[in-house]
Structures are given as structure tokens and as C-alpha cells.
């Protein structure tokens, strides 16, 4: 099981022409393609149910919701998929987005809620060691750099922490992401569910150690 490099054909010729009527006229070859996306994050799903539990699997929706966008194409020139974890004491979750020339992988708390967050800054504030210790382990480092990324991060350290606080730099990030990405042909290679499985399974020790986190006090009493 692995992409086809007609799906790939098929979302350059959507990127140049994101319209209705092509849309339309070539909606046999649409299907085509999503069926391919569709076998190919399900192979994944399998993959990850050997090391995770996973609560739920959606493959995104191909139409863009145009109403509040300055972009008015009424379709995503990609397929993607997200892979949610299981109950309330696993958290976080799995993303692939398949684009050509900008096919990527991630994982983490994109958009914790206001109480998680705070869970989690309160956590850095008093003892940042182990998280930082997930960032500097050599399977980790090697599939994401070392870091973690936020789609925003606050200018300086959030309202009631110390803006001198040596982890200062984690205390302003509003979501902690792994993300990694693949050209096209990493993508199309026979290899690559093997890839992305290899990737998502070096976030295991950083969603366990958050999900510890987020079921538990500061004095690490349960919460669940």
C-alpha cells in the first residue's frame, strides 16, 4: 500500500485549476485519488493501533470553507488526516497532510484548551527538566529537530508568570507541535507508512509525559 503518483498528478492539476467546473468534469479522478488517500492513512491507522490506542480516525473534507477567507478556491489542493488518541487520559494527537511539495506529519496539543494550557505552563514554571529532556532524546531529535513548535507564541511570558524565568521560551508557546516534513518522493516511496509510523512513535515518551501532566496536580496526585 503506498500513494500513487497519479494522486499526486492529480492534486498538481487541482492547484492549477481550483474551480467548480473542473472540479466537476474531473470528479471520476477525484475519486480515484481520495480512494488511494483513504486506503493509505488506513494503513497507517493500523500501523498506530500496534503501539497506541486510537479513539478516531477522519480524513479531512476536500471543500474549503470559503465564507470568512480572503482566499475564495473552493477546494484544498491536499488530502489529509488526523488520528485522535483514546478517553481523557491519553492525550494528544496524530496529522498528515499530503501536498505536493509540502507533505508534512505532525503531532501534539495544536489548540489546548485555557485550563490544559495553564496545566502545562504551571508544570514549566516549576520543573521545565523533563520536558526538556524529551526534546534532547536522540529518537526525538532525530525525526523533529529538538523542538517544538506553536502556531503563536505570546511576545513575552504569559500574564502571572516571571518574565526572567529561564524556560521563558516555552512559557510563551500557546501549543506544543512536532511536526516533520517529506518531499514528494519520500512520500511516493514503498517505505514511507513505515516512515510516518517511525515518526509517530518518537512522540510516544512526549504524549506520555503530557498526558501524565494533564491528568495530575502539581504534586502529582490523579485527576482522572
Known sequence: MQFEKSTFTYLQDLQKNNNRDWFAENKPTYLKAQKNAKDVFAAIHIKLQMHDEIEKSKMMRIYRDVRFSNDKTPYKAHFANSYSRLGSSLRGGY????????????????????????????EIEQDASEIKGILEAKEYKKQFGGQFESFSELKTAPRGFDKEHPDVDLLRKKGFISSKSFTDEQVLSENFIDEVDKSYAALRPFFNLFSDILTTNLNGESLV
Request: hydrophobic share 40%.
Open 95 to 122: 496529522f498528515l497532510r499530503i501536498r505536493p511539495g509540502e507533505s508534512f506529519l505532525a503531532g501534539g496539543f495544536w489548540e489546548p484548551s485555557k485550563e490544559d494550557l495553564f496545566r502545562i505552563r504551571k
